[in-house]
């Protein structure tokens, strides 16, 4: 092409005719075929001679080697009318239904069962050589006995001779009779001399994948030690401003992938312009390669909260050889053998007079996400506040490591199966080589659908074998010494909370802000009120935190959870606040401590006498707070009230499962406003803590007070019916709680806001009389069984030390009631019935 013909060999002749398939509307819709007519004969010779046209009945040996014709390759840019000799290449040929079962393996749906009846496949056993731009419609032949037979002409293909790609060719015997349909007698079909058994075309092509074409992961870097020498022919470096900033992995010819934290930052770019990749760093075929495009994932905020990972397109394809292999990407449906050794890929930076040392690995052990959160999470060994997220995956050095590690953001993470090496994860975060804490990297099992949406030619490789259970615990603290309930310090003052008084309380936040409260009553399930997370809603946007004390602040000791489902209560009515449960079940187990713990569930009905209640929660004291912005978390020392009069004035809707309780403060009624607080009593002094209700979605409705809260026993066959009886096994609150540094619990003598337990309250609501007038008995003493609120006294008498005279005024004004009065309501209801 682009020569000055000779006339010996070359002739040129004009079209006068060009007959298009009737049915082709696209080539990947098939039918792609056309007939040239010349408009005038041309004369055979030793250079010009026809091809042999093959019958429909035509059987092709499959899996034989063909020929493929065309123009040498040009540079990208340089125009295809350029000075090209033509090139002969050696390709495989294959039916359509295998080339579909290659296709089939990148479990991509834009390139999946692109071969249809009437094509067939070839391809190139190494991937190095096959048709590229300016080929289609050029001829495939195959050699059968001496003569040579056109299979068809080049069609499409997904690049220019991938791995993994076959390229699609318009088979010509499935066109016999149209091709006989507009030609004349002199164009004849030559029937086939030999007999060919062996044109299997099935959907089984793993022999093809693993021994010819697989295109990626394979590597003959030296894996014996625990450190290996490089070069490690995927990884590359990335380069923004002749610094180097971060390491990557090969996943094709045009694409790198790396973490999303290289390009955000103050010091750092996320133009094209400002980068390069380097790639065999430190040998013979090191090369630089311009950034075309860097894709970064939308949803990366920081590494610690996920999504620590970009793409960069290379400017122009990388030339594979010895030095420069892609890697193999993992499909979703890959199994991870937790515990298993693989190879942490980078390089220290320290560079040479050859610009940059060759890469080295490092031989590290898979650590799957439950167990890494429990490394992270163990409070005794000084680890810094993190939390492992789905997407997350961990290694930790081996032993005989002391001073070999990398600290490389991007960096790949290689496992080696079969013989093929995946990439299980880039680098994310980590405390570098001066710790024995885990490294973080971001799991890309998790991300193929979005490399699949952001690339169309990364190497995806299928597993060829299933592996072997996941060994990776589920949970930290089964052998915990600690039991639930048990708070390492006492309440004090209502703004003095520490860190450990209310170990299980949780904040249930939405896009980072505090939409509700919530408890822990297991390694991985809260209780929280169900209105706090509409059915509408996506979990995805929730995260859940513990041990967090202020929602504008430090929270040094802060451990953050995923949601992994919601399962309200069945009987949760939206309109009357009934049932306002829900179980909140976490992504992966936490280490139980001092500030974090489970609060125990009340399952035995003497545990309905409690003589110190408290609701804790990031509210405003209502109706007396004046602070204005976000409270740190507080409590307050409540006592339970009559459930039958909780609530707002007006039209609310009481029923069973309901309890009311408030805080007296110059006799006026407090409350803690926040959706969803726990309701939390100690039936005995110095015992452990339980769990008595949650504040539902009417409590206290329109600033009111005192508010409703559910109460948690009569739920409690619907919680062991739903979470594992092993997560609940924690529950035996008789267990002690060694080394957790309690204190005393004599109740604090300096609460600001003073209980007023032993008080009796009945309030009654009025629309013409809004105001609440109380009028109180205290320390009223029962001997013998007794009950709060409504108190019954069983024939024992009453003392009353302190107290006013009773009073009535007209309607529904003030009412006193002293504990004499329900003991002598029982007696005559007896009577009565009886």
């Not at 026809?50 to 540079?75: A, K, N």
């Not at 209780?527 to 040094?556: D, K, M």
């Not at 139980?592 to 009340?602: A, K, Q, R, W």
């Not at 013409?768 to 409504?790: F, L, M, Q």
């Amino acid at each position: 092409m682009g020569y000055t013909p000779e006339e010996s060999s070359a002739v040129t002749v004009m079209p006068i005719r060009i007959v298009i398939h009737n049915s082709y509307t696209n080539y990947v819709e098939g039918h792609d075929i056309a007939l040239v007519e010349l408009s005038q004969p041309v004369s055979f010779t030793r250079f010009i001679s026809p091809i042999c046209l093959p019958e429909s009945t035509h059987r092709f040996h499959f899996r034989s080697t063909c020929y493929v014709t065309g123009l040498e390759d040009v540079p990208e840019g340089v125009p295809l009318d350029s000075k090209r000799s033509l090139q002969k290449v050696a390709q495989t040929l294959i039916g359509w239904r295998t080339c579909n079962c290659i296709y089939n393996t990148h479990m991509r749906p834009e390139v999946s069962n692109p071969a249809k009846p009437g094509m067939s496949c070839i391809l190139d056993t190494i991937g190095a050589k096959g048709p590229c731009l300016g080929d289609s419609g050029g001829p495939v032949v195959c050699n059968e006995d001496g003569v040579w037979f056109l299979t068809g002409a080049i069609s499409f293909s997904q690049g220019c001779h991938l791995k993994d790609n076959p390229t699609i060719v318009t088979s010509a015997s499935f066109y016999q009779d149209w091709i006989k349909q507009y030609t004349d007698s002199s164009v004849t079909f030559t029937p086939q001399s030999i007999n060919v058994t062996d044109d299997v075309d099935n959907d089984t092509c793993s022999d093809l994948l693993s021994n010819l074409t697989s295109g990626c992961g394979f590597s003959d870097i030296d894996t014996l030690g625990s450190v290996s020498p490089g070069p490690w022919p995927w990884q590359v470096d990335l380069w923004n401003d002749d610094r180097r900033v971060c390491g990557g992995a090969l996943i094709s010819t045009n694409w790198v992938i790396t973490a999303a934290q290289c390009f955000i930052g103050p010091d750092s770019s996320d133009s094209p312009s400002d980068w390069s990749v380097t790639m065999a760093s430190g040998t013979p075929a090191m090369r630089q390669f311009a950034v075309q495009k860097i894709s970064i994932h939308g949803s990366f905020i920081t590494p610690e909260q996920g999504n620590n990972v970009a793409l960069v397109r290379l400017s122009t394809p990388a030339q594979l050889g010895a030095y420069t292999q892609p890697i193999c990407v993992p499909q979703a449906s890959h199994k991870i053998l937790y515990n298993s050794s693989c190879w942490f890929i980078g390089n220290d930076g320290h560079e040479t007079d050859d610009q940059m040392q060759t890469s080295r690995g490092v031989k590290m052990d898979v650590v799957g996400p439950n167990q890494c959160n429990c490394i992270y999470s163990n409070p005794n060994s000084g680890n810094p506040s993190v939390s492992i997220l789905p997407g997350m995956i961990c290694a930790t050095r081996q032993e005989n490591m002391a001073g070999q590690c990398l600290s490389d953001f991007g960096g790949p993470l290689a496992c080696k199966e079969n013989k093929t090496w995946f990439l299980v994860g880039v680098q994310s975060f980590g405390e570098g080589c001066n710790t024995s804490l885990p490294e973080v990297f971001t799991d890309l099992t998790q991300y193929e659908d979005w490399i699949l949406r952001e690339t169309r030619d990364a190497f995806f490789r299928s597993q060829l074998n299933t592996q072997l259970a996941e060994l990776d615990t589920d949970r930290c603290s089964f052998n915990s010494p600690r039991a639930c309930g048990r708070s390492a310090t006492s309440p004090g003052p209502v703004d003095e909370v520490t860190d450990k008084t209310w170990p299980w309380q949780v904040s249930l936040r939405l896009y980072d802000s505090h939409v509700c409260s919530g408890v822990l009553i297991a390694e991985t399930w809260l209780l929280v009120a169900a209105h706090c997370i509409p059915r509408y809603s996506s979990i995805g946007e929730y995260t859940v935190s513990l041990s967090r004390q202020r929602q504008n602040g430090p929270n040094p000791r802060e451990v953050t959870r995923k949601i992994k489902r919601v399962v309200p209560h069945p009987g949760y009515n939206t309109k009357t606040g009934e049932n306002d449960l829900a179980l909140v079940e976490m992504f992966y187990g936490i280490t139980f401590s001092d500030y974090i713990l489970p609060i125990c569930l009340p399952q035995d009905q003497s545990l309905l006498l409690p003589t110190r209640c408290w609701v804790s929660g990031w509210g405003k004291l209502y109706p007396s707070d004046s602070i204005s912005s976000s409270p740190p978390l507080r409590h307050l020392e409540v006592s339970l009230l009559d459930a039958k009069n909780c609530g707002a004035q007006g039209n609310i809707t009481q029923s069973g499962g309901q309890q009311c309780a408030a805080a007296k403060r110059d006799n006026t009624l407090t409350c803690l406003m926040d959706s969803s607080a726990p309701l939390v009593c100690q039936p005995k002094s110095g015992g452990p803590w339980f769990l008595y209700g949650m504040a539902n979605q009417r409590s206290p409705p329109k600033n009111s007070c005192p508010g409703n809260f559910t109460e948690v026993m009569p739920i409690l066959p619907w919680i062991q019916e739903m979470v594992p009886s092993k997560d609940l096994s924690y529950l035996a609150s008789s267990t002690p709680m060694p080394d957790a540094g309690q204190n005393d619990s004599v109740p604090s003598t300096n609460t600001s806001v003073p209980p007023f337990l032993h008080s009796t309250t009945l309030i009654l609501h009025s629309a013409s009389t809004p105001d609440i007038n109380v009028t109180t008995k205290t320390d009223v003493s029962c001997s013998g069984a007794h009950t709060e609120d409504g108190v019954t006294c069983a024939g024992h008498p009453t003392t009353n030390t302190t107290g006013t005279s009773p009073t009535m005024g007209s309607g529904a004004g003030s009412v006193w009631w002293n504990r004499s009065t329900p003991c002598l309501l029982l007696l005559l209801s007896l009577v009565l019935c009886c």
